[in-house]
């Protein structure tokens, strides 16, 4: 799921392409100022089969220009990271792309301008900056939240098991010491999906309760899943 899930973060604009489907080698590095040259970049990846026309009742998009997944292998090689690396998660947070694989034209044109970057290079260069948004708190709840939407199917209000174990993986699976058993917790429930009320009350509750569970309380706000997760890892402990 979580391969499914960046492999179509396909960037329209920066990226080196070597004899793809035949085509001579050259770089897309483009100014991002002028309307003129956004049209001229997408032509340039349409004739590359490298654009999708998505219509509004499919991705909610109008009649915008969307680049889809074919280019994100390539793009990532180019500046030097995974797929599956969070950065792309912050890159789409900045982008404020509204839909996990696809990025509008209109999308990569605000975020480039904000992150000031028209080549691959700045780009590349402006990853360590990118990364550093998740030590900030404030910044860190933001994509945490934004994750959420960005990964739901949207004619759903739930984010499918499966997505929300990849995504809280991806999220917290590096700083949540409780993260592994609460993985465990959730492969083993009953639960097929996780609404955002649960998503949010998960990332408060690894930043507030203990490791040993001890400041739980259990007649507090906490959803149902997490007030099941702690009575399920008290249990485990005592076996």
């Not at 959420?148 to 739930?158: G, I, T, V």
Request: proline share 3%; with cysteine.
């Amino acid at each position: 799921m979580l391969h499914k899930a960046w492999i179509c973060l396909s960037p329209p604009v920066f990226f080196k392409m070597r004899d793809w489907m035949g085509q001579p080698d050259f770089q897309l590095n483009s100014h991002l100022s002028t309307l003129a040259n956004i049209h001229k970049i997408y032509h340039t990846l349409n004739r590359l089969n490298l654009t999708e026309d998505v219509g509004q009742d499919d991705h909610q998009t109008g009649t915008d220009d969307i680049v889809g997944p074919e280019g994100m292998e390539k793009f990532c090689e180019d500046i030097g990271v995974e797929p599956e690396n969070v950065v792309m998660l912050v890159l789409a947070w900045k982008l404020d792309a509204q839909n996990m694989g696809y990025f509008t034209l209109q999308e990569w044109l605000k975020g480039m301008t904000s992150l000031q970057c028209d080549t691959t290079e700045k780009l590349r260069n402006s990853l360590d900056y990118l990364r550093s948004l998740l030590n900030e708190p404030t910044n860190f709840k933001l994509i945490y939240r934004y994750a959420f939407d960005f990964a739901r199917e949207k004619d759903q209000r739930s984010l499918d098991i499966n997505t929300a174990k990849c995504m809280l993986g991806l999220l917290l699976g590096k700083t949540w010491s409780l993260f592994p058993v609460f993985h465990q917790f959730l492969e083993q429930s009953k639960y097929k999906v996780i609404n955002k009320d649960q998503w949010c009350n998960v990332l408060e509750f690894s930043r507030t309760i203990n490791l040993d569970l001890s400041n739980y309380d259990e007649d507090g706000a906490w959803p149902v899943l997490l007030d099941e997760f702690v009575e399920w890892y008290k249990g485990k402990q005592m076996t």
